[in-house]
């Protein structure tokens, strides 16, 4: 989510400067309000939005359930969380379909929002979620957009209705109405129609959008938005509000790395809810908007329901299972791995599944640093090995790793690296497949890490007798030991500190001789 990228910077140094202050007077909220005002802006927020925003940030800090709570600097994070729900629109809102089909879903929004692409990204998801979806060419005004939209629905697995070359020729309202009788016909449930754009407000387009939606009743009408316009977002918004209304608002190109605040502005201003987002090129790059979530990745406090829902769409539980059979049971191969890691590519962006991490706003250069095609560098590697050779990598000797090496296009020093990587993660996850405590390279057990609900082994008891060095001295430590009696502590014995020093010396007891200090000199020397 690179658009708010800068804004998350923003809000998080402020918040760190409240987390040393163990009450916050009116001075250190004020504050920490202007600071919020200069992110906002700075990010193109809407100044209306933005007073209103600081304004109940404001009155909430200085209130009592800030004054009353222990830690006031994560109360005031909360009630910056809460606030920033609402000018997201508060509640997430869904599709609403109609109840006999099909449902109408009409696009509108300027030329270069993305509306095209969004048509297939939308009907992908639609189809994901068992519906019959058709796409609906009524941009007939932009020079090759009937054909864009038809290379949109093949890849999209998608039909297109486009009865009308386009380029200027064709009426965009008839395709519209007859796109609704054809989809009757053919049985399909949802009917996506998508309509031109200009490159600025005007009336003919406003005509347009205005005379299609009154010929098709949709059922939605989404406000296709670019979030990087900037301070325009609200003016296009209005316009398009006043012109043809909208439903619900989608925002493209969030990940892009423009400033794009002013696309949190359009929710609060036109009191129409934000339903999709679009976050990558890809058609897969295309989800529900949150405004909860959403404001935990600004506030760089994670979003670890959506990383979670993203992990089980493209995670199969079946093979899930099976992998941990086979890690208890020492068979877990490279051709596993191999399955593992293009389970882990159909998840999508590492880069974005990390940063959906809480606190990934600190490992923001890490994260730039990251190379996705290590993942595609890993599979060359073992597509190149034999099928024994994945199933028994003990066959991996010299020659055979440089033959591996030349046919990935990798050195021998990867695929060395690569095969050790496999070797320490099949015995870290057999050790958890049993019960046991990882033991991870470099750091040596993870202390505290109950697994399996203490199924390991038992550790063996300590041994209470005496730890001298010297038989005699052992000897009557234990005699007392076992009479009762507190052995005693004598110079030199290893009571107290290291070394013996730091002991204290038993009542009567005489301080180390000269020969003795020598011989401890001798031996820190």
């Known amino acids: 989510?690179?658009?708010?990228?800068?804004?998350?910077?923003?809000?998080?140094?402020?918040?760190?400067?409240?987390?040393?202050?163990?009450?916050?007077?009116?001075?250190d909220v004020d504050s920490t309000v202007r600071e919020i005002r200069r992110a906002l802006l700075d990010a193109d927020v809407a100044l209306e939005v933005v007073k209103e925003f600081t304004g109940k940030v404001r009155e909430r800090a200085l209130?009592?359930?800030?004054?009353?709570?222990?830690?006031?600097?994560?109360?005031?994070?909360?009630?910056?969380?809460?606030e920033l729900v609402q000018i997201l629109g508060g509640q997430q809102r869904r599709l609403e379909f109609a109840k006999k089909p099909p449902t109408v879903i009409m696009l509108a929004g300027l030329q270069g929002a993305g509306k095209t692409t969004l048509a297939g990204k939308l009907a992908r998801w639609l189809a994901k979620e068992n519906h019959t979806?058709?796409?609906?060419?009524?941009?007939?005004?932009?020079?090759?957009?009937?054909?864009?939209?038809?290379?949109?629905?093949?890849?999209?697995?998608?039909?297109?209705?486009?009865?009308?070359?386009?380029?200027?020729?064709?009426?965009?309202?008839?395709?519209?109405?007859?796109?609704?009788?054809?989809?009757?016909?053919?049985?399909?449930?949802?009917?996506?129609?998508?309509?031109?754009?200009?490159?600025?407000?005007?009336?003919?387009?406003?005509?347009?959008?205005?005379?299609?939606?009154?010929?098709?009743?949709?059922?939605?009408?989404?406000?296709?938005?670019?979030?990087?316009?900037?301070?325009?977002?609200?003016?296009?918004?209005?316009?398009?509000?006043e012109g043809v209304d909208f439903t619900g608002v989608v925002l493209t190109k969030l990940d892009g790395d423009a400033r794009g605040g002013?696309?949190?502005?359009?929710?609060?201003?036109?009191?129409?809810?934000?339903?999709?987002?679009?976050?990558?090129?890809?058609?897969?790059?295309?989800?529900?908007?949150?405004?909860?979530?959403m404001a935990s990745r600004i506030l760089d406090?994670?979003?670890?329901?959506?990383?979670?829902?993203?992990a089980q769409g493209a995670f199969d539980e079946e093979e899930a299972r099976k992998v941990a059979e086979k890690f208890a049971t020492d068979s877990f191969t490279l051709d596993d791995f191999l399955k593992q890691m293009q389970q882990l590519?159909?998840?999508g962006s590492i880069k974005k599944m990390m940063s959906m991490l809480p606190g990934a706003g600190g490992l923001k250069e890490q994260l730039d640093n990251f190379d996705e095609k290590e993942i595609v560098r890993t599979e060359a590697i073992i597509q190149s090995m034999t099928k024994a050779e994945r199933t028994n990598p003990k066959l991996l000797n010299g020659s055979r790793r440089l033959r591996i090496a030349r046919g990935s296009g990798m050195t021998v020093t990867d695929v060395n690296q690569l095969v050790q990587r496999f070797e320490q993660a099949s015995k870290m996850m057999k050790t958890v497949a049993k019960?046991?405590?990882?033991?991870?390279?470099?750091?040596?057990?993870?202390?505290?890490?109950?697994?399996?609900?203490?199924?390991?082994?038992?550790?063996?008891?300590?041994?209470?007798g005496s730890r001298s060095g010297n038989p005699a001295k052992r000897a009557a430590e234990n005699a007392a030991r076992a009479s009762g009696e507190k052995p005693a502590v004598t110079?030199?014995?290893?009571?107290?500190?290291?070394?013996?020093?730091?002991a204290k010396a038993p009542a009567g007891g005489q301080d180390p001789s000269p020969e003795e200090l020598e011989a401890l000199q001798r031996f820190l020397r």
């Open 262 to 293: 002013a696309a949190l502005s359009v929710a609060s201003v036109t009191g129409r809810p934000i339903i999709f987002a679009s976050t990558g090129e890809t058609l897969d790059a295309f989800e529900p908007f949150y405004p909860d979530r």
């Open 491 to 502: 110079a030199g014995s290893g009571g107290g500190a290291g070394f013996g020093l730091g």
């Open 63 to 82: 209130g009592d359930e800030v004054n009353r709570a222990l830690n006031p600097a994560q109360q005031v994070v909360q009630i910056v969380n809460e």
């Open 133 to 241: 979806p058709i796409l609906v060419a009524a941009d007939l005004q932009r020079p090759n957009a009937v054909n864009q939209l038809q290379i949109v629905g093949g890849q999209a697995g998608v039909p297109v209705y486009a009865p009308e070359p386009g380029n200027g020729v064709g009426n965009p309202v008839r395709v519209a109405k007859d796109s609704i009788k054809y989809a009757i016909d053919k049985q399909y449930d949802t009917v996506i129609i998508d309509t031109a754009g200009r490159l600025g407000v005007d009336a003919e387009m406003m005509k347009q959008a205005a005379d299609i939606r009154k010929a098709v009743d949709p059922d939605e009408v989404l406000f296709v938005i670019d979030a990087m316009i900037g301070q325009d977002a609200v003016a296009t918004a209005r316009a398009f509000q």
């Open 1 to 27: 989510m690179a658009t708010f990228g800068n804004l998350s910077d923003r809000l998080a140094e402020t918040f760190k400067n409240l987390r040393t202050k163990g009450k916050l007077s009116p001075a």
């Open 345 to 347: 590519r159909n998840v």
């Open 435 to 464: 019960g046991g405590v990882p033991n991870v390279p470099g750091m040596g057990p993870i202390p505290g890490a109950g697994f399996g609900g203490g199924r390991g082994k038992p550790q063996a008891k300590k041994k209470s």
């Open 301 to 310: 406090l994670g979003d670890i329901l959506s990383l979670i829902e993203q």
